[in-house]
């Protein structure tokens, strides 16, 4: 089994960006080794203890919308459940047994997570909770998890979406077997927390479809307030001449996120080459966001186009003062994605007032606000003519917006899993 699972991690790790690759891999590996040191356990409480998952995040914190979640979250349980739980950060690895307590250290606005020298036994009426998505460490835990459930501790874990089963051709195919493992082993024992209606639904279906026992769903909306702070300034030399240089465009539109195969730039960069070439449109249209995974030809192809710094932009590196500046200038944010659990991107985009044209998908008709403009990206014809309709007659500017600050969404995860 244990040479299984590292041939799935070296998968999956070696198939990461290479800016991730590397530190990765050390520091998974440097846990691994301090965890199998850990023999004591902690001490009794006189009060129920909830266990808060942070097995990827106390190891490396790649900025991503999960994480930002967990780190939300985690922060607003500390004091919505202060009086009513002990809250004790976790982890585990794929190589040692249970999870072992972690400490905070660091500022606020640098906090990091630690092991210390004990290891977890919850009992009953103790909670552990994950917002991770740490499948392969989890699937090795499974003994771990069906004490916890028979000492009478709650397992609580989040879906936030069905993306390897939905679109297995945007992941490495390592990812969908090993999501797939994690569902059907962890609803023997867990319940889940899901981001959304959507998801929850589509989970209840595949559970169902596949005769896996379901024990409780609920769902939640994750907050979105964390858009209003500004946590890194700078605008280089480069993006100074950028942002000038949209002014001699009629319209200009832009995309939010890391590149990714769901994500729709192929589609759309496709779209806008076709408007460039045929329609000779004054529009400009730009990607921002860091190279994921199984995109370099993508990502060789943004920079071979004859419009790449002419029309077309991408900055794979931006500030989030830079990013400020180019919501103040575009004429319309694009949620191109094939599927999400959520659509974060878009509740962005509202925020800050700007109109927004989004793939018309399940979960984007559930979170958009009312004036969001939809093309039907699944055809690309059609979604070619929707957008020459709004080159026409551009949508309305986003005046509504289904969001919530991260103390309400956690109240909302408090409520919905009743941990009052």
Same mark, same amino acid.
Not at 290 to 307: P, Q
């Given at each position: ?53 942070? /097995?990827?995040?106390?190891? *490396? ?19 919505? &459940? ?52 740490? *499948? ?34 945007? *992941? ?68 100074? &001449? ?32 076709? &408007? ?61 994605? &094939? ?63 289904? /969001? ?17």
């Amino acid at each position: 089994m244990k040479i299984v699972v590292i041939k799935k991690i070296f998968n999956i790790l070696t198939k990461r960006p290479n800016r991730l690759l590397k530190k990765d891999f050390y520091l998974r590996v440097k846990r691994i080794l301090a965890s199998s040191l850990i023999y004591k356990t902690l001490p009794p409480s006189h009060h129920p203890r909830l266990y808060f998952d942070v /097995t990827v995040l106390s190891l *490396f914190d790649n900025k991503t919308g999960v994480q930002r979640v967990i780190r939300s979250v985690y922060e607003e349980l500390k004091i919505l &459940l202060y009086d009513r739980y002990e809250i004790i950060p976790v982890s585990c690895t794929a190589f040692t047994n249970g999870f072992q307590a972690l400490e905070e250290i660091g500022t606020a606005k640098r906090k990091k997570f630690r092991l210390t020298q004990y290891k977890i036994s919850p009992k009953k009426g103790d909670v552990f909770l994950s917002l991770e998505q740490a *499948f392969v460490e989890h699937l090795s835990q499974e003994k771990t998890f069906r004490e916890m459930k028979r000492e009478g501790c709650r397992v609580i874990l989040t879906v936030y979406d069905l993306l390897p089963l939905q679109l297995p051709q945007c *992941f490495p195919p390592e990812v969908e077997e090993i999501f797939e493992k994690w569902l059907s082993v962890t609803s023997n024992f867990a319940e889940y927390l899901c981001d959304s209606r959507t998801v929850e639904k589509d989970l209840i279906d595949f559970l169902s479809e596949k005769k896996l026992k379901l024990n409780n769903s609920y769902w939640f909306y994750p907050g979105s307030n964390f858009v209003q702070n500004v946590s890194t300034s700078g605008i280089t030399a480069q993006q100074s &001449l950028y942002l000038r240089n949209l002014k001699k465009f009629k319209y200009n539109f832009l995309m939010v996120g890391t590149i990714e195969p769901r994500k729709g730039h192929a589609i759309i960069l496709d779209l806008f080459t076709y &408007l460039w070439e045929v329609e000779k449109d004054n529009v400009s249209l730009t990607f921002i966001g860091k190279e994921g995974w199984m995109v370099r030809d993508l990502i060789d192809n943004f920079k071979k186009t004859k419009y790449f710094n002419q029309n077309f932009y991408w900055f794979n590196d931006a500030s989030d003062s830079f990013l400020d500046q180019c919501y103040k200038q575009t004429d319309a944010v694009i949620v191109a994605s &094939l599927n999400e659990g959520y659509g974060l991107p878009i509740l962005e985009a509202a925020q800050r007032n700007c109109r927004i044209i989004a793939n018309d998908i399940p979960i984007f008709r559930e979170v958009a606000p009312k004036e969001c403009y939809f093309l039907n990206l699944t055809t690309p014809a059609i979604a070619l003519k929707q957008l020459q309709e709004w080159l026409k007659k551009p949508s309305s500017i986003c005046q509504t917006s289904k /969001t919530k600050t991260w103390k309400e969404s956690t109240a909302q995860i408090i409520g919905k899993t009743n941990l009052i």
